[in-house]
Structure formats: C-alpha cells, structure tokens
C-alpha cells in the first residue's frame, strides 16, 4: 500500500508539472502572437489639418508615410522630425491614438508674394524657395532698408486679403520712400506704405462704403478713393 502510495503521489507531482509547463507555453506562445501583430500593425488613418498650400498628399509625402507603413516604426516624433525638414512648415504637432491612427496638425511656413527680382517666392520666415505658388508677385526691387518690414508686414495679412492682390509695386517718392502701389485682383489700386500695411486688413469693409465703380484708394495717408474714369 505504501508503494501504491508514493506512486500516485509522484504522479500528482509529474501531472502538476505538466499542467504547469502547459500554462507557461500558452503565455509564451500568446506573448509571441502579441508581438507579432503589433511589430505588423500598419497606420491606417491620417489627419491632417491647418494646412493650405500644401495639400494632404505631400505632407503625407514629406512625412515618409505614403505607403501606410508599420506604427511601431514610425514614431510621432521621427514623423515630425521628417515634415519639418520641409521650408514650407513652420511647426508640426504630431499625435497618435489607437496606435494606428496619425493626427498631422500644421503650421505652414506660407509663400507672400513672388518676386521678380530674384525669381523667387518669399515665405512667412524671409527664407526663399524657387517654386512659384498663387501669390501677389511683386514686380520690382525693395531697398534693403524695408525688405524685411515688408516681409513682416505681409505676414500679417489675413488669407482672404493676400488672395486679392494681384501685384505690388514697390512706388516711392520725395514725400514717402516707402510707398508701395497694389493692384487688386477686383480692379482697384491700392497706395499704402509700411506704417500703414495694417489697413489693408480692413479692405473689405473700406471697399463697402465706396462708390461702386473701379479707383485708386489712398490708405498711405487717409483713405481717400480716386475714381477711375
């Protein structure tokens, strides 16, 4: 009886055992199976906002991402890193959630005006790139005296402004050697000079209370409107 009993007892043990090892394979193997599916797991959805000039496929270009490739790799910083490479983004913020979905939200280092004398388009940031965009082009020399204010002064036009000037002209005279004289897509002419570039911001509700035919407005001193006859 004795032996009986110790034999059942070192087959309870060799069962415990088992049962044990068994346990431990399946966490194994489940761990395994974890790994893999998230070393395979793809991005599968971007958004982008903010963005104007830059369309939704070339910040996706510019981020590295076009093919939707694994998120393990692909980090929210390295992403970031990569579009800020670009001149045409100012800043980036870069966030993930579920893992597999990307949120790009821009800053663009926006184009200002083309300009004819290098053959250029300015940005927002002063720098140069030789693609032209849909921008007012400025069709003469600036003094390097007021280049960089006119750069400046530029960059804090509203969007729905910028886009109705065709032309500018830099236009100084004995009284005033930083006038410049816009050409509007709408058929108006615009004087204005560096001290005064804010009012173009107003251009619109000035445009209201005007006579409904084409002129030249004065907003380097006043805004007094000139009809074109």
Known sequence: MKRRKNNLEKSK???VRYDRLIIFMII?????????FLFNLKITNIVITNNYYLSDQQIIELANISDYPKTLFNSSSKIKQALKESKLIKDVKVTKKFLTQIYIDVVENRPLFYYNSTNQTILLDGTSIDQKYPVPTVLNYITDTYFDEFVTEMGKLDLSILSKISEIQFDPNNVDDNRFFLTMSDGNY???????FYKLNKYISIKENLPDKEGILYLDYGNNFEIIE
Not at 190 to 196: D, L
């Open 28 to 36: 194994i193997i489940t761990i395994i199976v974890f790994l893999n």
């Open 190 to 196: 615009v004087y204005i000079n560096i001290s005064t």
């Open 13 to 15: 043990k060799r069962k």
